[in-house]
Nanobody
Framework: QVQLVESGGGLVQAGGSLRLTCAGT????????MGWFRQAPGKHRELVGD???????NYADSVKGRFTISRDNAKNTVYLQMNSLKSEDTAVYYC?????????WGQGTQVTVSS
């Protein structure tokens, strides 16, 4: 059974940094794209950014220059380094991974940025 487990969320002051980690287990088929989404209260879930198996990245305009996605293919793990955090970054952050069998989601980790 495929599982994605996020960690690293928490409370941070505006301007601070956090690093999220998402580790996948039980994955048999090669993961293609791994990505991070977020959902703030009362809002739709939105893409933060993603990374392909060969390292190509894509970011939402709102996080470009502040967030960096990286991955370790051998460990089926993706990271999200978040710098210069703003109050509007407050949300539950979800990890997503896709392969030929489908898409998988983590349970989410809360990130709260205090102003």
């Amino acid at each position: 059974q495929v599982q994605l487990v996020e960690s690293g969320g928490g409370l941070v002051q505006a301007g601070g940094s956090l690093r999220l980690t998402c580790a996948g287990t039980g994955i048999i088929f090669t993961i293609n794209t791994m990505g991070w989404f977020r959902q703030a209260p009362g809002k739709h879930r939105e893409l933060v950014g993603d990374i392909t198996s060969d390292g190509k990245t894509n970011y939402a305009d709102s996080v470009k220059g502040r967030f960096t996605i990286s991955r370790d293919n051998a460990k089926n793990t993706v990271y999200l380094q978040m710098n210069s955090l703003k109050s509007e970054d407050t949300a539950v952050y979800y990890c997503k991974a896709t392969n030929i069998r489908g898409a998988y989601w983590g349970q989410g980790t809360q990130v709260t940025v205090s102003s």
